[in-house]
């Protein structure tokens, strides 16, 4: 998550902010009743250094306790009032920060799922994941908290002055002037503990990713013996992190002292001068008590204010974070007129869906990436027939799955047309095409959750009976058969309990549930034995009987026999045709396979 | 429960202990302040009743104005006196809390240095059996929450409760000198409020643990949804993927909210007793200054000592319940140091390398499934010896074996280099001389250069080099922007499997070591420069022996000897042509992997001069 901790340096801007209205507007009457009830709280924090001043001037000075119960009873009556205001506007609170957090979760997570796949392919997930849980949390969290905070310490403050000013100007004057020293000061300090706390968050995920790597590559760091060398780079940086911690707490260390340094003084300011005042009987003693409390109970709401703007300016980063992610355009649409008759992804009309019979045609087409600089096809044409068998051959990255990209349309053609069944595929929507498509990839994902529910998100209907008959058919039951719950067994996160090959067998079955019109498969690379390719070669035969399908291949022995063969070179396809024809022809097909099999092949012509 | 108690205090003394000097300095600075805050209201208190009201000055008052014979007629200077004196105090204190605050620090993040310093460290020797039985995350979670969960119960909790003690204690002191009635009454209210504020927070931990892990699994279905995207867009599956994240989303909303509920009722009722505190303080405070047994000051004085009093009272509640919840964090953090660490037996052994490796009855078994059975057989030194299994044949278990990743239980057999039992050989020695090539290398977030120089740090940049050239990765390396100074992994560019493989051979290259292992090291790169790599590795490797596992036939038919695993037992084993007229696994293998026809097509077209065709390419 390297991306968690950019740094914000832009000015405010309102623009930003004032993307979130939508946001907010359905709390609307939350926000007002938390607003009023806040109000009530800071009119109960001003109102009892009062009680306090009328119980010293009316019945200490005075020397009576007549009417001290019913001084009670109303004192009693309003701490209740404001119990009772902090209970309900807590919940408020709560109840603000959790739904629009969980409504901007929601809007995120649903504009993803219309994202294009160009974008997941220059998006790591952990960033994507960080926009979705944390810069939401934040923004919800500082929405429906530290803005009242700030609100209710504002109400707070300037209620005190006007009461300060009410009882004495004079000596209201005199405290007033505190007030830009503090605000300065907190200012100062905000920002710089900000600086440093960000630092040693910093510092935090670089542990946190150093013990990962500890881990991760212990086995490793064995094999190599560098385990010492390893504990002594990681005292680095744990020395870094102390460090830093502790120059983050220096300043806290340094500014709560002197904040409560300017707290004294204010007091002495009041005692020295309200008791000069109290000496010529211009003021009662009872109002310099309020006095004192009021110059001690300032100073937390000032801070409040300054600590509060510093960390709700911040909250613009997550602001323009989240709404930049909401703002990205999907690279493929669906006109409105698709969507008219179609439906979307979310609200399909299936109803007017055709059916497709999976002939696949290129017509003319050019495509060129969008962060790339020439075009990779170039007024292709192709024809795929219903139900034949297309593979795609070619050294790593030479950009073998370019045409599955477009016959899938995760990218569509920069000039000329795709079409599916004679028909151009814009013209339907990108959900009628998806699912017709089985696909299979080369590192299958599966989701967390058992190996029945796995197969079963290829078609969401099918009961227990057709899943297991899907995995049978392509020997994924071989798989549930040796877990220990079978069908019911959890195959851990990504999959993760499982190897490469039995993941790909059940992202098999899963596809012959769905069953697919048109097929897909990026054939593994990674080690998988003998004896289970040979499963998962029976499995791709049963899969691709009667679809159409593509391969991306590896191995040139399980593409025999397709019906053709494309061969992909720097990105673009440079021969065509039947295995036999290519190696007939002496052309780079040939070659390719020349060089995996030309020792087997003189061999077998020495050993022959 | 005594026992782990116990436990729990060793190990937190066994890190807190080099560091006691300075927690002992933070609470000492940190009483001094109590003390010094507690002179503020006796100056306000004096100020009230001996200058505006008055009253004689206290004894100790008395002396020190004696100093000032000038000043103590005047009313105004005496006030501003008072007003210095706050000023002084207010240094006094701020001072103490400097320091107390900087001890703190220095204390608490000087323990959780060596906490984390003594878990890396840990966890390095910790044996590999260790590392598979444990999950990164978990493993992860413990060094970092609960470690700081450990710190925060060291630096703050411990020490908060040290200090609200002697406030509460402090205060009441004074308080009971100036009057015990009113004093008497105030205290009733303090253990009200702290079982209130204690009860309620271990009651709710519960509900916070949930909470979080519905924050989890949200988080958790988030991630999958976003690395399977391509599965979910071909399956079309966007709305069901919506219904269940909805369902996430709802639940950890609702559930916070009504967290929040039980939340906001604590905290009103707890203002709502706080509230009723002060105010019967404050009543029978007016009762006890209008009878004449304090003075108006006094009632000022004791006031604000309530109020100093109540807040930590109710924090102090909550400190107490969350501090029950680090025992679990010490246990969790605790249970990784308990673990046994790879140690060598006193005499470890350091014989010659460069000699023949031998299996003799060798058997073993990995959670109770058997893996190796009765396996004998002898790798002749400076040779290649190539072995060939299904998945879960036992090949990886047999190299881990040889490199003591794990060690063989008593009574399994033994493995010998040169005659010497490894068991009796320094494991860093051994691993040292042996070269070994994960099938899954795990790169380091470093640069290319650094991983490859791993083992030997200084080297220089043409030996690298070299290296990286005789595992052809040099070029790709070039191709980057920093060349070798890029850097890899989580925080840089990505390399692709065949890539990561390749910097992990120029990597165990490096190391020069007389026995070289490549598990299946070379599955990712295509065919051909797997060829170009084992040329150049024949060259290199000097008298080597090396040991190659391989699926790809083409890579182990050159090797000296083949080994055929099945089922953890040795099926066959010989030179490639005595395996191909043995006519077993390893003649069906290579059938299915090199298909006659084509063989037969091949030869064919070497014949055939092709001609015409051949100017398509390029054209599409």
Redesign the interface.
């Known amino acids: 998550m390297?991306h968690d901790e950019q740094e914000y340096t832009k000015s405010f801007e309102w623009a930003s902010w004032k993307k979130l209205l939508p946001f907010v507007r359905p709390f609307r009457k939350t926000i007002l009743m938390v607003l009023i009830l806040n109000l009530i709280c800071a009119m109960v924090d001003i109102a009892l250094p009062l009680?306090?001043r009328y119980?010293?001037d009316n019945?200490?000075?005075a020397?009576?306790?007549e009417g001290?119960v019913p001084?009670?009873l109303v004192?009693?009556a309003v701490?209740?009032a404001?119990?009772?205001a902090?209970?309900?506007?807590?919940?408020g609170?709560?109840?603000i920060?959790?739904?629009l957090?969980?409504d901007m979760?929601?809007a995120c997570?649903?504009h993803?799922?219309?994202l294009s796949?160009s974008f997941?392919n220059v998006t790591p997930?952990g960033y994507?994941?960080s926009r979705?849980?944390s810069d939401t949390n934040r923004i919800a969290g500082m929405i429906a908290w530290n803005l009242f905070d700030i609100l209710w310490a504002l109400f707070y403050v300037l209620g005190v002055f006007v009461a300060m000013f009410f009882l004495n100007p004079g000596l209201a004057a005199a405290v007033v002037l505190i007030v830009p020293i503090l605000s300065l000061l907190t200012a100062y300090f905000q920002n710089r503990i900000l600086h440093w706390n960000r630092r040693v968050r910093k510092m935090?995920s670089r542990?946190?990713?150093?013990?990962?790597?500890?881990?991760?590559?212990?086995?490793?760091?064995?094999?190599?013996?560098?385990?010492?060398?390893?504990?002594r780079e990681?005292?680095t940086v744990?020395?870094e992190?102390?460090t830093a911690?502790?120059r983050a707490?220096?300043l806290?260390?340094?500014y709560?002292?002197?904040v409560?340094?300017f707290?004294?003084?204010t007091?002495?300011?009041v005692?020295?001068r309200g008791?000069?005042l109290?000496?010529s009987d211009l003021l009662l003693?009872g109002t310099l008590?309020a006095f004192?409390s009021y110059a001690v109970g300032i100073f937390e709401p000032i801070q409040q204010i300054a600590r509060n703007i510093a960390d709700l300016l911040s909250l613009q980063a997550n602001i323009e974070r989240v709404m930049g992610l909401l703002e990205e355009e999907p690279l493929i649409r669906d006109t409105p007129e698709v969507i008219e008759r179609y439906g979307t992804?979310?609200?399909?009309k299936r109803e007017n869906w055709e059916p497709i019979r999976g002939s696949v045609e290129f017509r003319d087409v050019s495509f060129r990436y969008p962060d790339g600089n020439e075009d990779v096809l170039h007024h292709?044409n192709l024809k795929i027939p219903a139900g034949s068998t297309i593979a795609i051959v070619g050294?790593?990255?030479a950009g073998k799955s370019t045409l599955v990209n477009l016959a899938?349309r995760?990218f569509e053609p920069t000039e000329g047309q795709v079409l599916i069944d004679g028909r151009d595929y814009r013209e339907r929507s990108?959900?009628w095409l998806?699912?017709s498509?089985?696909?299979v990839?080369q590192s299958p994902?599966l989701?967390?959750g058992t190996v029945m529910e796995n197969i079963r998100?290829?078609r969401?209907d099918a009961t227990d009976e057709e899943v297991i008959a899907a995995a049978k058919a392509v020997s994924a039951d071989q798989v549930a058969a040796k877990l220990e719950h079978g069908y019911e067994s959890d195959v851990g996160?990504?999959g993760d309990r499982l190897?490469t090959?039995e993941k790909q067998l059940i992202?098999f079955a899963?596809a012959v549930l769905?069953d697919p019109r048109i097929f897909?498969l990026d054939e593994a690379?990674?080690?998988?034995?003998?004896?289970?390719e040979?499963l998962i070669q029976q499995a791709t035969e049963k899969l691709l009987h009667g679809r159409t399908s593509f391969l991306i291949a590896?191995r040139l022995?399980t593409i025999?026999k397709a019906d053709l063969i494309l061969v992909v070179r720097d990105g673009?396809?440079?021969?065509?045709g039947t295995h036999?024809e290519l190696?007939?022809?002496?052309?780079?097909y040939?070659e390719l396979?020349?060089?995996?099999?030309a020792?087997?092949?003189q061999?077998?012509?020495i050993?022959g | 429960m005594q026992q782990t108690r116990k436990e729990h205090f060793a190990l937190v003394w066994r890190f807190l202990k080099p560091h006691v000097w300075i927690f002992a300095l933070a609470l000492l600075f940190s009483m001094l302040n109590t003390v010094f805050s507690s002179l503020t209201p006796q100056v306000v208190r004096t100020a009230v009743d001996c200058i505006l009201g008055g009253e004689p000055f206290p004894a100790p008052v008395q002396a020190a104005l004696a100093a000032f014979p000038q000043a103590a007629g005047s009313p105004i200077t005496l006030l501003l006196f008072a007003a210095g004196a706050l000023l002084l105090v207010s240094a006094c204190s701020g001072l103490s809390t400097y320091m107390s605050r900087m001890q703190t620090a220095k204390g608490s993040e000087s323990f959780v240095k060596s906490l984390r310093d003594a878990l890396y460290r840990h966890i390095q020797r910790l044996p590999y059996a260790w590392h598979v039985q444990h999950s990164t995350g978990e493993i992860i979670q413990r060094c970092t929450s609960d470690v700081e969960v450990v710190r925060n119960f060291v630096a703050n909790q411990l020490l908060e409760v040290f200090r609200t003690v002697f406030l509460v204690a402090f205060s009441l002191f004074i308080m009971f000198s100036m009057n015990w009635r009113i004093t008497l009454i105030a205290c009733c209210f303090l253990p009200v409020i702290l079982l209130y504020s204690g009860f309620f927070y271990s009651k709710i931990a519960a509900r916070f643990r949930t909470a979080d892990e519905a924050e989890g699994d949200l988080s958790a279905a988030v991630q999958e949804n976003l690395t399977g995207v391509r599965v979910v867009r071909a399956f079309g599956r966007e709305a069901y993927e919506v219904e269940r994240f909805d369902k996430k989303n709802e639940r950890f909303a609702s559930l916070w909210i009504r967290l929040g509920q039980m939340l906001s009722a604590y905290w009103g009722v707890g203002d709502l007793i706080t509230g009723l505190q002060i105010l019967t303080v404050i009543c029978c405070g007016v009762a006890e200054a209008v009878n004449g047994s304090i003075t108006l000051g006094e009632f000022l004085a004791f006031v604000s000592y309530n109020q100093s009093l109540v807040w930590p009272v109710r924090g102090l509640g909550r400190i107490l319940s969350e501090m029950s919840k680090a025992g679990v964090s010490i246990e969790r953090v605790s249970y990784i140091l308990r673990s046994e660490p790879e140690e060598d037996l006193p005499g470890a052994l350091t014989p010659p390398m460069d000699r023949d490796i031998a299996f003799h009855h060798v058997s073993f078994a990995y959670e109770g499934q058997p893996v190796l059975r009765d396996i004998s057989f002898t790798i002749p030194a400076g040779k290649t010896f190539a072995i060939l299994g299904g998945t879960g044949s036992g090949k990886s278990t047999m190299m881990h074996l040889i490199d003591r990743l794990y060690d063989l239980p008593h009574d399994c057999g033994t493995i010998t280099i040169g005659g010497v039992d490894i068991a009796r050989i320094s494991r860093p020695y051994l691993r040292r001389n042996i070269g070994m090539v994960l099938q899954e290398p795990f790169l380091f977030s470093r640069t290319i250069r650094e991983n490859i120089a791993a083992v030997r740090p200084g080297a220089s940049l043409e030996e690298i080099r070299a290296q990286a050239g005789t595992a052809h990765v040099d070029e790709a390396i070039l191709e980057f922007s920093e060349g070798y100074d890029t850097i890899v992994g989580e925080r840089g560019v990505t390399l692709s499997g065949g890539q990561k493989q390749r910097v992990a051979i120029a990597r165990t290259l490096m190391q020069d070591a007389p026995i070289l292992i490549f598990d299946d090291s070379l599955s990712a790169v295509d065919a051909e420069t797997d060829a170009e790599i084992r040329a150049s590795l024949h060259k290199a490797k000097g008298s080597a022996t090396v040991i190659l596992i391989s699926h790809r036939v083409t890579t182990l038919m050159q090797a000296d000897c083949i080994l055929v695993l099945d089922g953890g037992c040795v099926a066959e084993m010989g030179t490639h042509s005595e395996l191909l007229a043995k006519n077993g696994i390893y003649r069906r293998i290579y059938d299915i992997q090199m298909s006659s026809a084509d063989r037969d097509l091949l030869a064919e077209g070497g014949k055939d001069p092709g001609g015409a065709q051949t100017e398509e390419r390029g054209r599409v």
Not at chain 1, 86 to 91: A, E, P, Q
């Open positions: 390297g009680f306090q119980a010293i019945f200490i000075e020397g009576t306790v001290l001084f009670g004192y009693a701490i209740a404001q119990a009772l902090v209970i309900l506007f807590t919940r609170s709560m109840r920060e959790m739904k957090g969980r979760k929601r997570f649903v993803l799922q219309e796949l997941y997930v994507l994941l979705i849980m935090n542990i946190t990713s150093a013990y990962n790597e500890g881990i991760m590559g212990a086995r490793t760091s064995k094999t190599l013996v560098i385990e010492e060398q390893n504990s990681f005292e744990s020395g992190m102390k911690s502790v707490a220096r806290s260390a340094v709560i002292p002197l409560m340094f707290s004294s003084l007091t002495a300011i005692l020295a008791g000069s109290v000496l003693i008590s004192t992804a979310f609200e399909p292709f050294e790593t990255g899938c995760f990108q959900l998806h699912s498509i089985g696909y990839l994902h989701f967390s998100y290829g969401l996160e990504g190897s090959g992202s899963r769905a897909v690379t990674s080690s998988i034995d003998t004896q289970t040979q590896h022995s025999r673009r396809i440079v021969e065509q036999e190696l007939r022809r002496k052309g780079y040939r396979y020349q060089k995996q099999f020792q087997e092949a061999q077998a012509v050993a």
